[in-house]
Each structure stands twice: as structure tokens, then as C-alpha cells.
């Protein structure tokens, strides 16, 4: 017993060091798993508090610059709400020929609707049905999400330089934020959340080596995937799956593509900076150009969970086996078994 | 000193490198050229009392590599250096050994120890924590110049910040502590 004691006090050190390295690599290992409690990371309560005072501080210094780069995003949608010019210009009948009389005739783009009898033609004028205002959900690929407003949220705290680099945001489940879900700002895609406490999110940006976004070409439709390799800098990123035979221009928009319910459909991600063919390779080698400044990143969205549970759960259905084959499968296991 | 006196002062001198860390240093925003990192929280371990217990120490690492890794999102990335360097502390300082030993009230301080004794203390323990630091935050050994380069350049930076802290805040004359 002596000789243990002894043996256990010689040692120590060595033995109070690997264990605090075992414990410090489990921490450092799991660390951008989804399934861990968020509380060692800077979403918990304290931390949020004492990055959040920081933040309001730091932002004192530097009202200007905020106050512009709103201004920025105020002009930007403000340029959205006017019509364009020839809007109003539009023809409603096109000059297609002149008929044996030599008058013209015209084809009319939106053919009036047959007077019904007994009605005053004059009268059906005036109250002329005015087209649906809204926006077809078709043309703007099923994915607009008008259900609930997106939720606007304040970078507390960010790392541009680590090699997976992590937010902190003040909006937490209180909030309505979950997690997985997509995070946007007005330069387009930021990341995507991973973990939330009550009044605080983390979220995983684009610069992280285990985020991949599903995206397309804009100019042609072509599906990729966006992801940001380790040791690349925070203005750019890579754009993989890109078949050789695709062609990839500089300056091609890329956005997201919407088929993972992450982001919506449409939103910014970046243009394309160089293409590069490479030998040994299937795939273009696309560098982009991110269009958020993650080095100074203010004021962000949460993307609000789509009503994709329906959309969610069949697509989970499809992929697995149907419950009857599962049970005839199961019955055929035991029958097999039992003589 | 009485013990509770000493505790006292290592929590605020711990409050104070991690607050000063997290709260001014951090963000990178005090990043050099891309390449050099600041790791001003090493000081409060870099600068204990030489008698401090080996066990102590390490703990001591973790709680702070662990505060900063809290802050920074990486894990355990920070504790598991921090706590290399509190494991090496130890061997340096025998490896510096003066010939006629430790005093009773030697510390860590430029200006007792000299120049000569601070700049091989410093400038080893600093190196090694970046080597582990730097080579485990990429996971691999892919890019050995592009993290070299970085390890050479944090050195320098996180060896001149410490050496000013030394300069401003700890005392000429020896038998205050």
C-alpha cells in the first residue's frame, strides 16, 4: 500500500498530464459534432453575457460604420421596391400583320374575356379584374418561405482565422432559432446554426471544413456544392462537383440551390474568381469569391424552419424500405431462424 | 504571506490575462500580417512562482487553456497545449538552474533573473506551446511552411507583449514577491 502511495506521488505529474491531454483532445475532437450540449462552447449563458457587454461596447467605436453598412442594405432594397422603368410600357397587343382590308392586326396578349349577356360592356370595363399581385411561388422555385419573418440577429463574436471558424449570435431558442438552420446576411450565405441555448446561437460559417452548402450556377441551373478547405483565406472558397464538361465562366454567380431546407432557394453565395482544370481530376477546380466580408460581419438573418416536415419525412420514407417489405423481410429472419 | 493572501492574488492575476484575453486581444483583430497570433493568457502561467507544485500547475493549465477554448470555440484545443506547457515548465526551469540554485524568493522577472536566463525561458517554453498548438489546430502535417511561418511569427509577437508586460508591471527591486 506504502509502495502504491509512493509510486502514485513519484508520478503525478506525468499521469495528471496525460490526463488532462485525454480529457482536452475528447473536448477537441467532439468539438464539431452536432449532437454535443452546447454548453462548452460560447453560446452558454456566461460566456453569451460577457461577449454580448463586449460587443455593445465595441460597437460604440464604431456607430459609423454600422449606420453605413445599414444604409447600404437600406438602398439596396429600396432599389428592389421601384418598378423598372418600362413596366408601365408594356404592350398588350403586338402588330402580328395587315389582313386583305390592309388593316393592322393585331393579336392581343391578354385576351378579354367574353362579355356575359346582359351586361353592360362599358360597366365590365371598369372592373377589370387586376391580376394576382403576389409573386407566382413557381417562378421563384417553391421555396419562398413568407410563413414567418426571418430573424435578424447580432454577431457577438467571430473567428476568421482559426482553421474552422465558429459565430456566437444574441438570438437563442427563446427566439425561435433551431438548430440547422441556415444563416444569411445581406452580402448572402453566412453558415448555418449548430448549437443554441436560450438566449444564444452558435453557428458553424462558411469557413468551416465540415460545412458544405448545395448550391447552383445561376446562369444555367448546374448543381455543385460549395465548401471552404482548410487553409484557405476568408474571402474565398471552393466550388466542387463540377463536371469537366460544364462550362464554368469567370464571374458566374453561384447561389444557393435550396434542395437541403437549409437556405432558401436563390440566395448569394459568391462569383466565380479563377477555373482550373486539372489533371487526374473529374472535377473543375472553381474558386470563388465569397460575397460576405466575414471580417466584418454585424447584423445577420436566421432562416425560420420551412414547413418541410411533410417534405422532410417523405424523402426520409423514400429512401427507406417500405414497412410491409421491412415486416415480410423481419417475419422471414425468424422463420428462417426458428427451425 | 499568508495562503489565503497568495490564492487571492493568483484568481485576480488569472481574472485579469484571461479578461484582458478575451475581452481586447481576442476577435483577430490583433492578428499580424495573417500569420502572428497573440497569446498574452500564457503569461499568468509563464510567470507563477517557481515553487509552485507540478500538479498544481497543470491544473492550473487546463482551467485557463480551458477558459480561453470557452471563448473561442475550439474545444480543447487551447487546454491541451496550455497544459503541455505547464507540464515542460518544470523541466526548463531545472534545465536553467543557476549554479547555486533557487533562491527562496526567486521569480519569474527580467530583472532578477536577467536578460540571458528570461530570453532562453521565454523564448523555449513559448516555442514549443506554439509548435503543439499551431500543428494540432490543423490537424496535420500538410502545410509545414505556411505553419512554420506561423509558429515563427506568433513567437515573436506573443515574446514581445510578455517581455513589455514584465517591463511595466513587475519590479526592479527583488523581496517584493
Redesign the interface.
Same mark, same amino acid.
Given at each position: 500500500m506504502r509502495n502504491l502511495l509512493a509510486f502514485l506521488l513519484r508520478y503525478?505529474?506525468?499521469m495528471?498530464?496525460v490526463l488532462?491531454?485525454v480529457?482536452?483532445?475528447?473536448?477537441?475532437?467532439?468539438?464539431?459534432s452536432y449532437q454535443r450540449a452546447a454548453f462548452?462552447?460560447?453560446a452558454?449563458a456566461y460566456?453569451g453575457v460577457?461577449?454580448e457587454r #463586449?460587443t455593445q461596447v465595441a460597437d460604440y467605436f464604431r456607430l459609423a460604420e454600422l449606420n453605413k453598412q445599414l444604409l447600404a442594405d437600406n438602398a439596396q432594397l429600396r432599389y428592389k421596391l421601384y418598378p423598372p422603368d418600362f413596366s408601365r410600357r408594356e404592350a398588350d397587343s403586338l402588330p402580328v400583320g395587315r389582313d386583305t382590308l390592309g388593316r393592322v392586326v393585331y393579336r392581343h396578349l391578354r385576351p378579354a374575356t367574353p362579355p356575359l349577356p346582359g351586361q353592360n360592356p362599358l360597366t365590365l370595363n371598369a372592373q377589370r379584374v387586376i391580376p394576382n399581385s403576389k409573386p407566382d411561388t413557381l417562378l421563384l422555385g417553391g421555396s419562398r418561405q413568407a410563413t414567418r419573418p426571418l430573424v435578424p440577429a447580432r454577431v457577438i463574436?467571430?473567428?476568421?482565422?482559426?482553421?474552422d471558424n465558429?459565430l456566437?449570435l444574441n438570438v437563442g431558442s427563446t427566439d425561435g432559432v433551431q438548430p440547422d438552420r441556415g444563416v444569411i446576411s445581406a452580402g448572402g450565405v453566412v453558415g448555418k446554426v449548430q448549437a443554441v441555448s436560450q438566449h444564444y446561437a #452558435?453557428v458553424t460559417s462558411v469557413l468551416h471544413s465540415k460545412l458544405q452548402i448545395a448550391a447552383q450556377i445561376k446562369r444555367d441551373g448546374t448543381i455543385c456544392s460549395v465548401k471552404w478547405p482548410?487553409?484557405m483565406?476568408f474571402a474565398h472558397a471552393l466550388v466542387d462537383q463540377v463536371q469537366r464538361q460544364t462550362r464554368v465562366l469567370r464571374g458566374d454567380t453561384i447561389v444557393t440551390s435550396g434542395y437541403n431546407a437549409v437556405f432558401p432557394a436563390g440566395v448569394f453565395i459568391g462569383t466565380v474568381e479563377s477555373v482550373a482544370t486539372e489533371p487526374n481530376k473529374d472535377f473543375l477546380t472553381v474558386k470563388l469569391r465569397l460575397g460576405v466580408d466575414f471580417?466584418r460581419l454585424t447584423y445577420v438573418y436566421v432562416v425560420p424552419a420551412p414547413p418541410s416536415i411533410e417534405r422532410d419525412s417523405l424523402e426520409q420514407h423514400t429512401s427507406e424500405l417500405p414497412a410491409s417489405v421491412k415486416a415480410a423481410q423481419a417475419q422471414a429472419a425468424k422463420g428462417g431462424k426458428q427451425p | 504571506m499568508s495562503i489565503s493572501l497568495v490564492i487571492g492574488r493568483q484568481l485576480l492575476r488569472f481574472l485579469l490575462y484571461v479578461g484582458v484575453y478575451v475581452l481586447l486581444l481576442d476577435n483577430g483583430s490583433v492578428v499580424l500580417f495573417d500569420l502572428g497570433w497573440n497569446f498574452f493568457y500564457l503569461g499568468f502561467l509563464l510567470f507563477l512562482p517557481i515553487s509552485t507544485p507540478v500538479a498544481l500547475q497543470l491544473l492550473l493549465g487546463f482551467v485557463l487553456g480551458f477558459s480561453i477554448d470557452i471563448a473561442h470555440d475550439t474545444g480543447g484545443l487551447h487546454a491541451a497545449a496550455a497544459v503541455l506547457l505547464a507540464y515542460l515548465r518544470p523541466w526548463v526551469l531545472r534545465l536553467l538552474t543557476p549554479r547555486d540554485g533557487y533562491d527562496a524568493q526567486d521569480t519569474v522577472n527580467v530583472h532578477q533573473m536577467g536578460w540571458q536566463w528570461f530570453t532562453v525561458y521565454l523564448g523555449l517554453l513559448v516555442t514549443l506551446h506554439h509548435l503543439a498548438f499551431f500543428f494540432l489546430e490543423l490537424g496535420s502535417l500538410q502545410h509545414p511552411l505556411l505553419t512554420l511561418s506561423r509558429v515563427g511569427v506568433s513567437v515573436a509577437y506573443t515574446g514581445v507583449v510578455l517581455l513589455i508586460v514584465q517591463l511595466l508591471f513587475f519590479p526592479v527591486r527583488r523581496g517584493r514577491g
Open positions: 503525478q505529474g506525468i495528471l498530464f488532462l491531454e480529457v482536452s483532445f475528447y473536448f477537441f475532437l467532439t468539438n464539431s462548452f462552447n460560447s452558454n460566456m460577457l461577449l #463586449r463574436n467571430n473567428s476568421l482565422r482559426e482553421v465558429y456566437t #452558435r482548410e487553409g483565406d471580417s | -
